[in-house]
């Protein structure tokens, strides 16, 4: 069964870090692409963090760059997005994805552009 299953969301204080995690199951991530969305209440699902399968191309969104980092260790079947200096904004459930594709160096932005979806993980900052 094919299965993404994300780890690491929780409340954390303005400021604070949390690493999230995407493991997945009854598939090789080696050859997907990988995206990290995120959807807060009564808004839009956003893409936040891309990665592509060979790992050399990144795809952040203007709201995160420099504070997420995205990353992935094929060899674990993971994918990890590293979120520093968080900010209330970034109040949302995240969620990752994977895409299939025949480009190592392409990364895929859009939710429609991905197959398989993890259930998400809430992260919530406040004070």
């Known amino acids: 069964q094919v299965q993404l299953v994300e780890s690491g969301g929780g409340l954390v204080q303005p400021g604070g870090s949390l690493r999230l995690s995407c493991a997945a199951s009854?598939?090789?991530?080696?050859?997907?692409?990988i995206g990290w969305f995120r959807q807060a209440p009564g808004k839009e699902r956003e893409g936040v963090s891309c990665i592509s399968s060979s790992g050399s191309t990144t795809y952040s969104a203007d709201s995160v760059k420099g504070r997420f980092t995205i990353s992935r260790d094929n060899a674990k079947n993971t994918v990890y997005l590293q979120m520093n200096s968080l900010k209330p904004e970034d109040t949302a459930v995240y969620y990752c994805?994977?895409?299939?594709?025949?480009?190592?160096?392409?990364?895929?932005?859009?939710?429609?552009?991905?197959?398989?979806w993890g259930q998400g993980t809430q992260v919530t900052v406040s004070s």
């Open positions: 009854g598939f090789t991530l080696e050859y997907y692409a």
């Open positions: 994805a994977a895409a299939s594709t025949g480009i190592p160096t392409m990364v895929k932005t859009h939710p429609y552009e991905y197959g398989y």
